[in-house]
């Protein structure tokens, strides 16, 4: 089994940038997609990024596509979400989350089943 742990959340200004990490514990992130969702407050978790360790372009939802970058880093083993151009819209817990989901469900939560305990990112002016 894989945990992910995240880190790197914290309180941004608009326009500005943030860079979190997922970092596996107890085993590695090999043969995992491992994805990035969201949740605002009182909204529905929803999808943000995701990749299959092994290769592939990374998805990205609409909201986020052209701001936010996923990245592997293979000496590491750990996977980071650079965050661009931050807006407000963009401010809820981040969770990482690792899975091996079929081409169709990469973006669906319920295709993942080791999930970090989120952080905190939040921006406001």
């Known amino acids: 089994q894989v945990h992910p742990v995240e880190s790197g959340g914290g309180l941004v200004q608009p326009g500005g940038s943030l860079r979190l990490s997922c970092a596996p514990s107890?085993?590695?992130?090999?043969?995992?997609?491992v994805a990035w969702f969201r949740q605002a407050p009182g909204q529905e978790r929803e999808f943000v990024s995701a990749s299959r360790w092994t290769g592939g372009s990374p998805y990205y939802a609409d909201s986020v596509k052209g701001r936010f970058s996923f990245i592997k880093d293979r000496a590491s083993g750990a996977v980071y979400l650079q965050m661009s151009s931050l807006k407000p819209e963009d401010t809820g817990v981040y969770y990482c989350a690792a899975g091996r989901p079929i081409q169709s469900t990469i973006r669906t939560q319920e295709a993942y089943y080791y999930w970090g305990q989120g952080t905190q990112v939040t921006v406001s002016a």
């Open positions: 107890g085993s590695t992130f090999s043969g995992y997609a």
